[in-house]
């Protein structure tokens, strides 16, 4: 197999961890049982996955010129990804996450975006060599709306498949979904942007419904314990979740999108990429932390192309 190639626009977050045996109430104080940093951001997330599989991966991301920024840089280095695109901006700190992980491994999360809200659609431009040379492009929203949109028209004029991970969930104008090959939210995502509740696969296929009539060319919902939900003009399918215990689902989510990234980059169907990245999905939620729980290729059970 050749080496997948992704370019990857999105948010570089220091995630600052603390487990609780609870969630807390409104105006609730608790006592936190272990606090971890670790890196996160959605964005670089998704990229750091699929480079830990062995693409490719050229990130376009803002991080600040704090201490955050420094150690944020050299996490990208040791992961191997492309850094031409990494700018610095120093009037506003670098990205960090609050999270509070609870003994099911549940997660709440506030971002402060900082210098992710700083990456412009000029920023885009600049990086679009590399947009071009991509086999897949992968974007999210937690930079500015008009930056990920720049990044899906690039792309799609480019003829490169798109993931979109709209996520947080917010309104989109129909421009997004003109350039969207894949669509994927997860069913919370799903249910705020389709206006309606999404808790079983009929309910996913009526959304997905909305969004093909949107504009996107397919829609991938994933439904957490319960799987994946596909669906395109001419086909349609569920893939399952593997039922494993817990301890941390943070950056779950990306560990599934950056996983069909790589195989749809790598040519594979798109059932077959569905199926790895939750493989990888159900790897990851096994240990604390987004990135560092993510799995390189030789210790994942992945399909064959064709064998599923
Ligand atoms: O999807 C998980 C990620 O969401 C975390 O790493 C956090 O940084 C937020 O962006």
Known sequence: ???????????????LVTTVKRMPQPGETLMGSAFNTFFGGKGANQAVMAAKLGAEVTMISRIGTDSFGDQYYENYRENGLILDYILRTAEVPTGIAAITVDDSGQNAIIVYGGANQRLKPADVDLAR?????????????????????????????????????????HELTDDFFAVTDYFCPNETEASLMAGMAVESFDDAERAAKIFLKRGAKAVVITMGSRGAFYKSANDQFQVPAEMVKAVDTTGAGDAFIGTMAYFIAAGAPIRTAMLNASHAAALSVQKMGAQPSYPPYDECDFSDFNSR
């Open 1 to 15: 197999m050749n080496k997948p190639k992704l370019c990857v626009a999105g948010s570089s977050n220091v995630d």
């Open 129 to 169: 060599p590399a947009i071009q040379a991509a086999g897949t492009v992968v974007s999210q929203l937690e930079i500015p709306l008009e930056t990920t949109l720049r990044f899906l028209q690039i792309a799609r004029e480019s003829g490169v498949p798109t993931v979109f991970n709209p996520a947080p969930a």
